[in-house]
């Protein structure tokens, strides 16, 4: 009797064991497929956005437009810094996808988590005021 208490223990055992691991690969698949599809547009947008293949950079009160040739990017001020060197220059996107996000929202929500390190000569050169924002004296800051 006690070797069939013995048996159905460990069947029980087994079939705890079984549903864990089925429920941890897939946890674990899914979030495999995460890691690659933040890694495609991370290394998507520091391909596109390079900053050597910036053309022009329009400041306005509340955002910061940098142009490239194919698209036009509005960032938040805290998005661009300003570093010393042209070595310094680069695009960094750190950013862990959330749980509810559909793949249409991810390069929205990848692009405001990217950050645009630009050498102060070569934003002072293209950096352009939009036409809208003058001072008191009517000329254009």
Not at 74 to 89: G, L
């Amino acid at each position: 009797m006690s070797i069939f208490y013995f048996l159905i223990f460990i069947v029980i055992v087994l079939i705890i064991y079984f549903i864990f691991r089925k429920n941890y690969k897939k946890e674990a698949a899914i979030n495999k497929r995460k890691r690659k599809r933040e890694k495609r547009v991370a290394n998507y947008i520091s391909e596109a956005f390079k900053i050597e293949n910036l053309e022009d950079v329009k400041e306005s009160k509340t955002t910061i437009a940098l142009v490239y040739p194919k698209e036009t990017l509005d960032v938040e001020p805290e998005q661009v810094v300003k570093v010393e060197n042209q070595s310094e220059e680069k695009v960094v996107t750190e950013f862990e996808m959330p749980e509810g996000i559909k793949r249409e929202e991810l390069y929205d929500f990848s692009l405001k988590h990217t950050k645009f390190y630009i050498a102060h000569d070569r934003y002072a050169r293209l950096k352009t005021v939009d036409e809208n924002e003058q001072t008191n004296s009517g000329i254009i800051k």
